[in-house]
C-alpha cells in the first residue's frame, strides 16, 4: 500500500477552473452518442451516471490490476466551482464533461486536463429561499450532439457538446414549487428521463418523473408519484386531501432494461413524519419508499414494490443493479426469502440495497415478485418481510405513536446507505457498497416548524453501540446474499466504482482515495486528497490508456457524517482528479 501527500499549494493553484470567454474552444471531431452505443457503450468511455443503464457503475478496463495499482499516480487536477459537490464526469471520444454546482458544465481534455468551453446557467436569485439545497448536481446525459442536464431552477435543457452553446430549454415547473432536480437524467430509447424531489412546501405539484424529446425538449409524458383522488393508490392515503400529499421524490438514480423495456426508479420519504401525524400508522401512502417499474413509452407504472412506511426519513431513491443471475440464497445467513423460489433458478432481477435501511432486496424485475431480502449494517426498523408476499412489516417498538415519544432508531437519517453509490462487477458476482454504522435518538415534535418542512422529529445522530467506526465497504453476493468481505474504518464511505483489472475505487469523507481487491477487500493503493471523496468516481481510457477520476469537496452527506467522527477535519476543497500508470 502506498500514501501520498502534497500540500495546499498545488491544490490552490488547481482552483483557476474557469474558462474565459475569450478562451472557449471547439470540441474537433466530435462523434454523435446513438441509443445503441448508450446500450453497448466503447469500454473507453462513461456515456451516463453509472456507465450502463443496468446501475452496476462498472468499467471492464483492466490496464490497471492488481499488480500494478501500487505504481498510480495523479496525472492532472483541475479546481472546481463552490457548492455541494457530488459530480460524475462523462467521457467520450477523449473529453471529459463535468457537472459542477450551480448548473456550470465544464468540457475538458480528459488526457491533459486542458479546459475546452464552459457553460454557465442563469439561475433566480431567490433560488435558495424555495430549494433545500439547490445547487446539486450530480450527472449529465449524453445523446446525438447534445449534452442534457437538469437545472437547480426547474427546467431541463440541452447545450451543444461541441461548443457548449444552449441549444433548447424547457421549464419542467416552478422552481417556487420546491421542486430540486439534483441527479440528472438518463436517456432510454431516445427519451429523456428525469426524476425529481419534492420539498414539503409544494403539495404534491413538484412530485413526478418525466419523459422530454432529447432534440427539442417538448415533454412527452408526466408520470406522478403521488396519485390523484379516484386513481390507483388513493385508497392509501386515508383520505388526506390531495393538496395535503407531498413529498414523495424521486431524486436519485434511474436503471432501465432495454430488452423488457422497463424503466426502474427509487422513491423518497413522504410527509408527514412520523405517520400518525398523518393519517395514522396504519396506511401504506403510495408510492413512497418504493421500486416503481415504467413503461418507457407512456410512464405508466407497469407494477411496484413498496420497501417499508417511513416515519423515520429513511428514503428508498438509491440505485437499483439490474442482473441476470442463478438465484440460490443461502438460507443460513439471508433473512427473508420466497418460500416459492427454486435454488439456482436463473432470474432477471432488480437488487441492491435501494434504501437507507441497508436491506439488500432482490425482486424478479420482470413481474417485482420478491425473491429475497437481508440486512447489512444494523437495523431495527423493519421487524419481519413476509417471503410469500414480499409484506414488510415494521418494528412496533421504534414507531412513533404520539408527541414526545422518543425512540433510537438504526439507522437514523444519515442511513446506513445513502446517495453514496455502489458497484456491480460481473467477473466476481459481488455488489460492493460504501455503508455507514450509524444510528440516531428521535424525539417526535409537534410545531409549526415540523409542519412547514414535513418531519415532525428532532434527531441526534450516533454511530451503532458495540463500535466506533462509522464507515463500511461490504461485497455482497447478488446470487446468495453472502458477505465474503467486509471493510470498517472510522471515517464515513463514499462512492464507488468496479473495474475489470479486479478493483474497487472508493473514498470517504476523510479524504482518502483508496482501490480494494475486489475478492478479498484488501487495500491495495490510498491517497490522501486532503478534502472529502464525494464525487462518483470512474475509469475511462484515452489513446489506449485507462485513468481513474474523481472529484473532492463538501456535500450534505459528508457534513453529516463528520459530525459523528469529530476529530476528522479535512478542506472544503473542490477539484477533479485524474491518475493513471507511468
Same mark, same amino acid.
Given at each position: 500500500m502506498q500514501h501520498f501527500r502534497w500540500g495546499a499549494a498545488l491544490i490552490g493553484a488547481a482552483m483557476l477552473a474557469s474558462v474565459p470567454a475569450a478562451a472557449q474552444k471547439t470540441v474537433?471531431?466530435?462523434?454523435?452518442?446513438?441509443?445503441?452505443?448508450?446500450?453497448?457503450? %466503447?469500454?473507453? %468511455?462513461?456515456?451516463?451516471?453509472r456507465r450502463t443503464l443496468n446501475d452496476w457503475g462498472y468499467s471492464p478496463l483492466d490496464q490497471i490490476n492488481k499488480k500494478n495499482v501500487g505504481k498510480l499516480r495523479m496525472v492532472w487536477t483541475r479546481g472546481l466551482e463552490d457548492g455541494f459537490q457530488e459530480g460524475t464526469p462523462l467521457v467520450h471520444d477523449g473529453v471529459l464533461y463535468f457537472p459542477n454546482p450551480g448548473d456550470v458544465i465544464q468540457a475538458i481534455d480528459a488526457k491533459t486536463g486542458d479546459p475546452i468551453w464552459e457553460y454557465r446557467g442563469r439561475l433566480p436569485k431567490d433560488l435558495a429561499d424555495y430549494v433545500n439545497a439547490p445547487m446539486i448536481n450530480r450527472n449529465l446525459a449524453i445523446y446525438g450532439n447534445y449534452i442534457i442536464d437538469t437545472s437547480a431552477d426547474g427546467h431541463v435543457f440541452a447545450i451543444d457538446a461541441k461548443t457548449g452553446k444552449k441549444v433548447w430549454d424547457t421549464e419542467v415547473i416552478s422552481y417556487k414549487t420546491g421542486v430540486h432536480q439534483t441527479s440528472g437524467p438518463i436517456i432510454v430509447d431516445g427519451k429523456v428521463i428525469t426524476g425529481r424531489g419534492c420539498e414539503p412546501l409544494g403539495g404534491p405539484a413538484p412530485c413526478f418523473i418525466t419523459a422530454h424529446d432529447p432534440m427539442t425538449g417538448k415533454e412527452l409524458w408526466r408520470t406522478r408519484t403521488i396519485p390523484k383522488p379516484g386513481e390507483k393508490g388513493d385508497e392509501t392515503w386515508g383520505g388526506v386531501p390531495y393538496e395535503e400529499r407531498r413529498q414523495v421524490g424521486a431524486w436519485h438514480s434511474i436503471a432501465y432494461d432495454p430488452d423488457l423495456r422497463m424503466i426502474y426508479v427509487g422513491?423518497?420519504?413522504?410527509?408527514? /413524519?412520523?405517520?400518525? /401525524?398523518?393519517?395514522?400508522?396504519?396506511?401504506?401512502?403510495?408510492?413512497?419508499?418504493?421500486?416503481? /417499474?415504467l413503461n418507457p413509452d407512456t410512464g405508466e407504472i407497469i407494477w411496484y414494490y413498496q420497501h417499508m412506511v417511513d416515519h423515520w426519513d429513511l428514503d428508498h431513491t438509491f440505485e437499483r443493479l439490474l442482473v441476470d443471475t442463478a438465484v440460490t440464497p443461502d438460507k443460513d445467513k439471508v433473512a427473508w426469502i420466497n418460500p416459492r423460489l427454486k435454488p439456482g433458478e436463473v432470474r432477471k432481477v432488480v437488487t441492491g440495497i435501494p434504501g437507507k435501511t441497508g436491506i439488500v432486496y432482490t425482486l424478479d424485475r420482470k413481474t417485482g415478485e420478491f425473491l429475497w431480502a437481508t440486512p447489512t449494517t444494523y437495523q431495527n426498523v423493519v421487524a419481519d418481510i413476509d417471503g410469500a408476499t414480499g409484506k414488510v412489516t415494521m418494528n412496533k417498538d421504534v414507531v412513533f405513536n404520539k408527541v414526545g415519544d422518543r425512540r433510537l432508531v438504526c439507522p437514523g437519517t444519515t442511513g446506513g446507505k445513502n446517495w453514496p453509490t455502489g458497484a456491480y462487477s460481473p467477473k466476481t458476482g459481488l455488489m460492493y457498497y460504501p455503508l455507514q454504522n450509524a444510528c440516531a435518538t428521535m424525539t417526535a415534535i409537534a410545531d409549526k416548524w415540523s409542519r412547514k418542512v414535513g418531519y415532525g422529529f428532532a434527531s441526534r445522530a450516533s454511530i451503532t453501540e458495540g463500535t466506533d467506526k462509522l464507515g463500511t465497504v461490504y461485497a455482497i453476493s447478488a446470487r446468495t446474499g453472502d458477505i465474503p468481505w467486509k471493510y470498517e474504518q472510522r471515517a464515513g464511505t463514499l462512492s464507488l466504482v468496479a473495474t475489470g483489472g479486479g478493483l474497487v475505487f472508493g473514498g470517504d469523507v476523510n479524504g482518502r482515495f483508496r482501490a480494494f481487491d475486489d475478492k478479498t477487500g484488501k487495500v491495495l493503493w490510498e491517497i490522501n486528497l486532503g478534502a472529502a471523496v464525494t464525487g462518483f468516481p470512474i475509469a475511462f481510457a484515452v489513446d489506449g490508456k485507462q485513468y481513474v477520476a474523481v472529484s473532492t469537496g463538501p456535500s450534505v452527506q459528508g457534513g453529516a457524517l463528520m459530525v459523528m467522527t469529530p476529530e476528522l477535519r479535512v478542506s472544503k476543497n473542490s477539484a477533479l482528479y485524474i491518475f493513471a500508470l507511468p
Open positions: 474537433e471531431n466530435y462523434k454523435p452518442v446513438t441509443d445503441k452505443e448508450l446500450q453497448n457503450p %466503447d469500454p473507453a %468511455d462513461w456515456l451516463m451516471w422513491t423518497s420519504v413522504t410527509s408527514l /413524519a412520523p405517520k400518525f /401525524a398523518l393519517a395514522g400508522n396504519d396506511k401504506t401512502y403510495l408510492y413512497h419508499n418504493s421500486t416503481l /417499474a
